[in-house]
């Protein structure tokens, strides 16, 4: 696929003057291809049944993670490439990346689509990063720098901060993903902590916070003071909760 390799390092791996930042047009192509991790699939036909193309992604998506190294900085430069450089009906291309654009998503992974004319935005502009020679299914990665890529869908944002910040408590993530994906007149999640009345010995309460693991986070609306301390009227705890 002399094609291909021409197009990504001729194309992929130069900066361009309409980018409006430094570097090249894809950061990680040129250290795939120097790290020799780059496999290129062909599916041959003007008109591949869309359910053996969806099975070759699918597939594509299973074997990414096995490929060598498994571990280390290079793992993330593991990228799959499916050429159909006989399609000329590139509605195929644009289905089935919106099909199972989100199944990828939510395995860390990334599918992109490529081919003649393709009109999809650049991020940091409206050139057109995403023409190609050829049909391309390119599945690799997915980096930190993915993230406005991922800002359309709450559910994206949420594989995103599951992949980056898994430490993070849950009630967190949501409020993260809950902000990276609202809109101006979107209500979203604020999280505070609540002090605990402590005795003193006459008696008398002061208010202390507790230690964190008894701490009790309730949550907010950020755009309704009223509602200080609850969202929906309920609060959340970041101990067990009890089983419903």
Known sequence: MDVVKTWAQDHLTVTHPELRRDGPVC?????????????????????????????????????????????????VLRT??????????????????????????????????????CDQPGLWNGNRP???PIPIFVVRSMVATDLPFLLERPEWMAAYVNKFAPALPAYVREAVVSRLTASSSTDVLTYQFEAAPAAGSDG???????????RTVTSSSASDSRTHGRANGKSVSTGPRPAS
Not at 89 to 117: C, N
């Open 27 to 75: 950061p990680p192509v040129g250290p795939s291809f120097r790290s020799d991790l780059m496999w290129v699939g062909r599916i041959s036909g003007t008109l591949p049944r869309p359910s053996f193309v969806r099975l070759v992604l699918l597939d594509a998506m299973e074997l990414l993670p096995t490929l060598p190294p498994t571990e280390g900085s290079a793992a």
């Open 80 to 117: 799959l490439l499916t050429v159909l450089p006989d399609v000329r009906d590139y509605a195929l291309i644009d289905d089935l990346h919106d099909e199972l654009r989100s199944a990828f998503v939510e395995r860390g992974t990334m599918l992109g689509q490529f081919y003649p004319g």
């Open 130 to 132: 995403l023409d190609a």
């Open 204 to 214: 008398s309460t002061t208010a202390v916070d507790r230690p964190a693991a008894d």
